[in-house]
């Protein structure tokens, strides 16, 4: 009896020294709270609860990988862990790990796409962001495009500029089709807003005038009446003759420096030798952009000039033009 009773307490005693070890080692942080860098995990789908624990152990989990797969299958929740990309900050202990395995809490990126950039800076952007995997990796734009649902739609002005978060190594196409659906989405508001007499036929020419709106400036109060110079040019069949298609369709021959001969050279993107729209947009506009191509000021004006400081001189006749040519750009 005296026997037993000394094995009970024994037991006892070490189910309670499991136990503390137990509740020590969940609360230890598994990474050190002094680490400069996170740890980071990818779970493949259909990963298996054992397979987790040898990679956490192998990227820096400071606990042996049959600890955590023990710890996996006793909490009940070993198939629950969900595939992604995980980031575990200093601090992070087995339980506030599985609990973030088990919510999906995937490291999160972002990706800014900015007004006015076209699509040579927009995909120079995404190319090079090391938070995408580059499943766009030696395609061309026809091919991005095909690839992200848009076959045969010319990709310039197509994606909405804003910032975009995604799970960190989310394929590029993903984002670019986000970004492209975001366009459709805003342009279909802001066409349902135009005003009743647009000279814009579709809101295919909303997004390129919008386009050269945001191009032409980046003051904000301007943008409405500058949209009002090109429909009061566009209504009376009166050339656009606006410097940032012309340097659009120069592409990579531009070096900063517009000519003369720049104006006087003929591509289906110079407003100077053709009436109308160009073919495409030139740039992604922004949402203000788009709301004032299709909400443009009433304006008599029908000339425009840069004062140097961002703004706009606006002018009715080419006598007044001229004089404002001559104050702001000839003086300077």
């Given at each position: 009896?005296?026997?037993f009773k000394r094995l009970?307490?024994?037991?006892?005693?070490?189910?309670m020294?499991?136990?503390?070890?137990?509740v020590w080692?969940?609360q230890?942080?598994?990474?050190?709270a002094d680490a400069?860098?996170?740890l980071?995990?990818?779970?493949?789908?259909?990963a298996s609860?054992?397979r987790?624990a040898?990679?956490l152990?192998?990227?820096?989990a400071?606990s042996?990988?049959?600890?955590?797969f023990?710890?996996?299958?006793l909490?009940g929740?070993a198939r629950?862990i969900?595939?992604?990309?995980y980031e575990f900050?200093?601090?992070?202990t087995?339980?506030?790990?599985?609990?973030k395995l088990?919510r999906?809490?995937?490291?999160?990126r972002s990706?800014?796409?900015?007004e006015?950039w076209?699509?040579?800076?927009m995909?120079?952007?995404v190319?090079s962001?090391?938070?995408?995997?580059?499943?766009?990796e030696?395609?061309?734009?026809?091919?991005i495009?095909t690839?992200?649902?848009y076959p045969?739609r010319h990709?310039e002005?197509?994606f909405?500029?804003d910032t975009?978060?995604?799970?960190?190594?989310?394929?590029a196409?993903?984002?670019?089709?986000?970004?492209?659906l975001a366009m459709?989405q805003?342009?279909a508001?802001a066409?349902?807003?135009?005003?009743?007499?647009?000279?814009l036929?579709?809101?295919?020419?909303a997004?390129i005038?919008?386009?050269?709106v945001?191009?032409?400036?980046g003051?904000e109060s301007?943008?409405?009446?500058?949209?009002?110079?090109?429909?009061?040019?566009l209504r009376?069949?009166?050339?656009l003759q606006t410097?940032?298609?012309?340097?659009?369709?120069?592409?990579?021959?531009?070096?900063?420096n517009?000519?003369r001969?720049?104006?006087?050279t003929d591509?289906?993107?110079?407003t100077?030798t053709?009436a109308?729209?160009?073919p495409?947009?030139?740039?992604?506009?922004?949402?203000n952009s788009l709301?004032?191509?299709?909400q443009p000021?009433?304006?008599?004006?029908?000339?425009?000039v840069s004062?140097g400081?961002?703004?706009?001189?606006f002018s009715?006749?080419l006598?007044?033009?001229?004089a404002?040519?001559?104050?702001?750009?000839l003086r300077r």
């Amino acid at each position: 009896m005296r026997l037993f009773k000394r094995l009970l307490i024994a037991c006892v005693l070490l189910a309670m020294l499991v136990a503390g070890a137990a509740v020590w080692w969940l609360q230890r942080p598994l990474v050190p709270a002094d680490a400069t860098q996170a740890l980071e995990l990818t779970v493949a789908p259909g990963a298996s609860p054992r397979r987790v624990a040898e990679s956490l152990a192998n990227a820096g989990a400071e606990s042996p990988a049959t600890l955590l797969f023990a710890w996996f299958r006793l909490s009940g929740q070993a198939r629950d862990i969900k595939a992604g990309s995980y980031e575990f900050e200093a601090g992070t202990t087995p339980r506030s790990l599985l609990d973030k395995l088990v919510r999906g809490d995937q490291a999160l990126r972002s990706l800014t796409l900015l007004e006015g950039w076209n699509i040579r800076e927009m995909m120079a952007a995404v190319r090079s962001s090391p938070d995408l995997q580059q499943d766009i990796e030696g395609m061309s734009l026809p091919e991005i495009m095909t690839l992200i649902g848009y076959p045969g739609r010319h990709p310039e002005g197509r994606f909405f500029p804003d910032t975009y978060r995604m799970v960190k190594h989310a394929p590029a196409s993903t984002v670019l089709r986000q970004a492209a659906l975001a366009m459709d989405q805003r342009l279909a508001e802001a066409w349902a807003q135009r005003g009743a007499t647009t000279p814009l036929r579709s809101p295919d020419e909303a997004l390129i005038l919008a386009s050269i709106v945001e191009k032409e400036t980046g003051l904000e109060s301007d943008r409405a009446q500058i949209a009002g110079v090109f429909s009061n040019r566009l209504r009376i069949g009166m050339r656009l003759q606006t410097d940032p298609t012309v340097i659009y369709g120069l592409g990579e021959r531009f070096d900063g420096n517009l000519r003369r001969i720049h104006l006087q050279t003929d591509t289906p993107y110079n407003t100077y030798t053709r009436a109308g729209l160009p073919p495409t947009p030139i740039a992604m506009p922004g949402w203000n952009s788009l709301l004032a191509a299709v909400q443009p000021q009433a304006t008599r004006a029908l000339y425009f000039v840069s004062r140097g400081d961002g703004s706009s001189q606006f002018s009715v006749t080419l006598q007044e033009h001229n004089a404002a040519v001559q104050r702001f750009i000839l003086r300077r």
